[in-house]
């Protein structure tokens, strides 16, 4: 399945390749194949049943047999249904046939340890039903039994699991052995070193002529089950609100599917999400997805909807510069009124002026300079928009007859029509004035580009360098913004603690601001509000702090147009400046490193349902395998594989002949080293943690996962009472004298304790 996309970072249009997940488990996944067994073998004991009994999937068959005929996870449930009164029982991929049944089933295994013996019991009656076995001629199973078990086995697992072959199945006889090393044995390994990752952990077990040593064994408690999870939590992480609920056998089968073993970590993670190595690594997941098919409008509903959008944004534009004419005209009214007050200054005394001042509200002559500097600095931002529409300059001045007319010759009707034409005549003036001062403002713009065209032309480095130098001017200023507006969001930021200050000060019966006199009441000490100033802290509590008023959001507005301008001019006449070097550019979410880690280096269309279903997994590919090397990546206080082999290596194995003999052959196998790149990489780390000189030699099992079934099978299989398997069989008799605790050792089995 492809669409063709095309891509917003220089890349060429491309047909990007979607991948598929697997389908969900059913029946009809069970491998059950039994029509070839030959009946001349019935109750007889020459042919043993093996089964590799691993906490990921059970495989049973017949030792003759090349390939087990039945695989499946080990999983029971029992089911009753009430309707007919008839109780059911399914195990393996059975459990999958309907909801209940999911409902109901129960796992074998704690880790890789047998734990509950009743799910045991059920999931052997369903292999030995799967098999075809009908019981032997007195009622028991007929047919001796290989079982593979984990390392170091507790032996209360073990001895539950006896008692069951021999107590509840009547076996003639029983042999535990170790999956890892069956694997060994059947890829032709004598001595090495065998590094087993299966479901739930990873074993590195020495083995010297034939024999493995369990005491030099270590475990780590990391596997493909764990592998699952991390990457269940890495993706519902990176898409929180994924349309599609997440199952584990879906994480399962994209690990297994795409993700590999990284040659040098650190390395390629680096780079992993640049865009040249994203195009050719990144993997689009393709969830299933009720398509739900959207009515076209025809083209004239279409040309209605935009024919009213445009009228909205027309009348939104008149409003504004209404709401923005109305504002500059009363900042004009404050102006000129605080200038006339600062005038005063000169013909009064220092006593009055200052009275002057504190009747309105000024502390000193230095606020009110501070307040006429900040009204001409917001006129003047003011008049470079637009201040009205420039139709009523056609327009005939209106009149106003009752200014000059003494109060005394109006009556009360005459009067009320006066005050309204000073008004009106006062808004008139500030129009006017304002189009005087655009007109000016025009004017000096136009001579401001000619002097900066004539610059250009004169020098074009110079000006290029001072147009650069004015833009990473204008960049630091809107980044210093930015820097406290998002420092509000820490909690710990200074910004932040001076706001929570002033709230706690607020609603302290005894602020710290204001301190008591002895003996004071608070009632009457708390003076807030007193003066007009006081309420200016709500506004800065609002605000956050960093001037987030309107006279600063109009600066910032005034410095994003400038900055706009001058990238237009450096488009234009800078060869080295492009599109990419733009501040809206650089602050595209699209061509972010976080839109490449979750949608790829490609456009993402929110209105595409498939786009909406897709998953893009990219590092998680070489992350979680990663762990295993790695296991504080996700929490897992040990140490990895590579340390683990070269402690055992380097000081557990004294010889340096058995040392040297181990080197030659480091064995992998199990599902979790089926990993692309696992051995290559392990070769690579061995060599730079051991001795020079040392020669190492790493291989892969021919199958990981089956090999421990057909290493087990091609064991017992060998003919003659003085084979090894023969020789480490408990019989029933041996049982009933010895007890459930009784086995033999063998070199590819646990030791008793």
């Avoid at 001042?357 to 000024?362: A, F, K, R, Y």
């Avoid at 079934?709 to 064991?715: C, D, K, L, P, V």
């Amino acid at each position: 399945m492809a669409s063709a996309v095309s891509s917003p970072h220089a890349l060429a249009p491309k047909t990007e390749k979607l991948y598929g997940i697997r389908d969900a488990p059913t029946p009809a996944l069970t491998l059950n194949v039994n029509t070839d067994f030959d009946l001349s073998f019935k109750y007889k004991n020459e042919i043993p049943i093996v089964i590799d009994n691993g906490s990921w999937r059970t495989r049973c068959g017949f030792a003759s047999d090349p390939t087990p005929r039945l695989v499946c996870p080990p999983l029971v449930a029992r089911y009753l249904d009430r309707k007919i009164g008839r109780k059911y029982i399914f195990g393996g991929y059975d459990t999958y046939v309907d909801a209940t049944a999911r409902g109901q089933a129960k796992g074998v295994f704690d880790g890789n340890i047998v734990s509950n013996f009743d799910a045991l019991e059920m999931l052997l009656d369903y292999s030995f039903i799967k098999l075809g076995l009908e019981g032997g001629p007195h009622g028991g199973l007929g047919h001796p039994l290989v079982l593979t078990e984990a390392v170091c086995n507790p032996n209360y697992s073990r001895r539950m699991v006896t008692e069951l072959v021999f107590e509840g199945y009547d076996a003639p006889s029983l042999v535990y052995g170790i999956d890892a090393l069956f694997s060994y044995a059947y890829n032709g390994g004598h001595t090495g070193l065998v590094m087993s990752s299966g479901n739930t952990s990873t074993h590195l077990i020495p083995m010297i002529d034939g024999k493995g040593i369990t005491s030099m064994t270590t475990r780590l408690n990391w596997g493909g089950s764990q592998g699952t999870e991390i990457m269940l939590k890495l993706l519902q992480l990176k898409y929180p609100g994924f349309p599609s609920k997440l199952q584990s056998w879906q994480i399962e089968g994209l690990m297994m599917d795409h993700c590999y073993v990284s040659g040098d970590y650190k390395d390629e993670i680096s780079t992993y999400l640049d865009m040249e190595v994203l195009e050719q690594k990144d993997r689009v997941i393709q969830f299933p997805f009720t398509e739900t098919v959207k009515i076209e409008k025809s083209q004239e509903e279409l040309d209605k909807i935009a024919e009213k959008r445009k009228e909205s944004g027309r009348r939104l534009q008149e409003q504004a510069a209404k709401a923005r004419l109305e504002k500059l005209i009363k900042k004009e009214q404050e102006l000129e009124y605080y200038r006339d007050l600062q005038s005063k200054a000169e013909g009064l005394a220092k006593r009055e002026f200052k009275r002057l001042l504190e009747s309105n509200d000024l502390d000193n002559e230095s606020q009110l300079e501070k307040i006429i500097k900040e009204l001409d600095g917001a006129i003047k931002r003011g008049r470079k928009q637009d201040v009205g529409d420039d139709k009523e300059t056609a327009e005939e001045p209106p009149s106003f007859p009752l200014i000059d007319v003494p109060d005394e010759e109006l009556d009360d009707e005459g009067k009320k029509q006066k005050r309204q034409q000073r008004l009106m005549k006062s808004n008139h003036d500030a129009r006017q004035r304002a189009r005087a001062e655009k007109e000016a403002e025009k004017q000096r713009i136009a001579d401001e580009e000619r002097k900066d065209q004539e610059a250009r032309e004169h020098n074009l480095d110079d000006w290029v360098s001072e147009k650069r130098a004015a833009r990473d001017n204008l960049m630091a200023k809107l980044k210093e913004r930015q820097r406290l507006r998002l420092e509000l969001t820490d909690r710990k930021s200074v910004a932040s603690r001076m706001r929570m200050e002033t709230i706690a000060n607020l609603a302290s019966d005894a602020p710290t601001g204001k301190k008591r006199r002895r003996g004071g009441n608070a009632d009457t000490d708390d003076t807030f509000g007193a003066n007009d100033d006081d309420w200016a802290v709500y506004r800065s509590v609002g605000a956050g702090g960093t001037g987030g008023n309107e006279d600063g959001q109009e600066e910032e507005e005034e410095m994003n147009r400038e900055l706009k301008s001058i990238e237009a001019l450096l488009l234009a006449h800078d060869p080295n400046f492009g599109e990419d070097h733009t501040r809206e550019a650089q602050s595209d979410w699209s061509k972010s490193r976080i839109h490449a880690f979750l949608r790829g280096c490609r456009p993402f269309d929110v209105e595409n349902q498939a786009e909406q279903n897709q998953m893009h997994i990219n590092v998680e590919r070489i992350r979680v395998p990663e762990v295993v090397f790695e296991p504080s990546m996700a929490g897992v206080d040990q140490a990895g594989i590579i340390e683990i082999a070269s402690d055992i290596l380097t000081h557990r194995i004294s010889n340096p002949i058995d040392q040297q003999r181990v080197l030659k052959d480091v064995f992998l196998t199990g599902g979790n080293t089926a990993f692309k790149g696992f051995d290559e990489r392990l070769r690579k780390e061995m060599i730079s943690v051991l001795p020079t000189g040392l020669t190492i030699n790493v291989r892969k099992a021919k199958d990981p996962c089956l090999d421990a079934w057909h290493g087990a099978s091609q064991w017992c299989s060998k003919p003659g009472k003085d084979s090894d398997w023969r020789r480490a069989i408990v019989t029933k008799e041996e049982y009933l004298e010895k007890g459930s605790d009784y086995i033999k050792e063998h070199r590819l089995g646990n030791a008793f304790a």
